[in-house]
């Protein structure tokens, strides 16, 4: 695809994850020859997230009413609803306007499918005339597929996990298991320790697969549980002020880590606890045992997200491990009313994530995404349709790239 000069919107909303998904959009696209304005309300994160930054990619400060606004790129991405600001938008009215794309959240719920490629008229406004088409990701051929930039693959085959841990100060040893955390703050994280005892109980893990991997011998079962800044390091060290001494249960609270360096992180750990969208799709890519805590909406809408997703992901999987998967996923989302039970669920469930059986089920499911087109591939083919032939030009007069704001 011709380089084009693509202007993404997007907000701050929880703990920067909005931002972790379009940095690596942007960056992804990048990666491929375009050139990329991210304009971002809150680019702070950024400072840890993409330290280097990305040649190719300038972080602009959401315009204000008093900011002079550059023409509008070749494409124009809103990020999950994000309405780009008015004045932005009636400059998008030219006789050859940008393709407008609005870029949903992730799901597997079967609206997806339907929904994904939609056109949107703009009725009123600025943008009367215009339209917008929606992007959905998915996990089907008939949704927009995953991030997943070029050379992921073949960087986690040749990565070495032992030299990476021992150089942050992770000193894992023989027969250790590494759990890592990042979740919201609602999560039942007592029952996650609690089950993490559990888990060590003899008999309870299968240490063959882990073995041969780590070229160790059997060792005593341990657990080293890895927690993210906020609300999951937060939480398990009020946690443990509340439980006796969890024997064989160490706990190490890590800094901030880059994007590239949280990669590593699921590729390292033999169980992964994640939230949100971008580390969601990341820990599927590691192909490691994970749990998802979605993000929790009032009027419950994501017991169905959660339900959907499930239902792809534990097809054709051997029945009771299909089930220790629910088990435990509703339980550490408290799915209806599970909270109160989720202790014994927990402790029943958690030791098959630990197993070989487990992780063949996040292989499976690997392999069967890495059959997709990724995202950005996607994109570039759809936005190649919207273009009438006349606007396939280079990138808009006026692009330059910058570094990342740190």
């Known amino acids: 695809m011709q380089a084009l000069l693509w202007d993404v919107f997007c907000r701050v909303i929880d703990n920067h994850g909005d931002l972790g998904v379009c940095w690596r959009l942007a960056a992804d ?3 491929r020859g375009h050139r990329v304005r991210l304009w971002v309300d809150d680019a702070r994160a950024l400072a840890w997230m993409a ?6 990619v300038e972080v602009c400060h959401w ?3 008093e900011t002079a606004l550059p023409a509008a790129g070749d494409v124009v991405i809103e ?8 004045r932005f938008v009636a400059q998008m009215q030219r006789p050859q306007p940008p393709a407008w794309i609005n870029l949903e959240y992730l799901s597997a719920e079967d609206y997806v499918e339907r929904s994904h490629g939609l056109p949107s008229p703009v009725m009123s406004g600025p943008g009367r005339g215009l339209t917008k088409h929606f992007f959905y990701p998915g996990f089907t051929d008939r949704t927009g597929g995953l991030l997943r930039e070029p050379g992921l693959m073949a960087a986690q085959a040749s990565f070495d996990a032992s030299a990476w841990l021992a ?9 250790e298991r590494l759990v890592t955390l990042f979740c919201y703050d609602h999560a039942p994280v007592t029952a996650l320790l609690r089950g993490l005892v559990h888990a060590m109980e003899p008999g309870r893990v299968d240490d063959r697969m882990h073995d041969r991997e780590q ?7 341990s657990v080293r549980l890895l927690t993210t800044p906020g609300p999951a390091t937060t939480r398990v060290e009020e946690a443990l002020k509340t439980l006796p001494a969890p ?24 169980l992964n606890l994640v939230r949100g969208e971008d580390s969601f799709v990341r820990a599927m890519w590691a192909g490691r045992p994970f749990l998802w805590h979605i993000y929790r909406q009032d009027d419950g809408a994501h017991e169905a997200k959660l339900a959907a997703f499930l239902a792809r992901l534990l097809d054709g999987v051997e029945a009771s491990q299909a089930q220790a998967w629910r088990t435990a996923w509703a339980g550490w989302n408290a799915v209806a009313g599970q909270s109160a039970r989720l202790s014994a669920d927990w402790s029943a469930a958690l030791p098959t994530f630990l197993q070989a059986a487990a992780r063949q089920v996040a292989l499976r499911w690997r392999e069967k995404l890495l059959q997709q087109a990724d995202l950005v591939t996607q994109l570039e083919a759809f936005v190649s349709r ?8 280079g990138p808009a007069d006026g692009a330059h790239s910058a570094r990342a704001a740190g």
Request: hydrophobic share 40%.
């Open 386 to 393: 919207l273009r009438p032939p006349a606007a396939h030009r």
């Open 51 to 56: 330290p280097q930054g990305e040649p190719g």
């Open 215 to 221: 070229g160790q011998a059997h060792a005593p079962a």
């Open 29 to 31: 696209l990048a990666g």
């Open 63 to 65: 315009p204000d009413e």
């Open 247 to 270: 024997a064989g249960l160490q706990v190490q609270a890590l800094p901030w880590l880059s994007q590239a360096d949280y990669d590593r992180l699921l590729w390292a750990a033999d």
């Open 167 to 175: 150089a942050r100060g992770i000193d894992r040893r023989p027969g």
């Open 79 to 86: 990020a999950f609803g994000c309405d780009p600001p008015a």
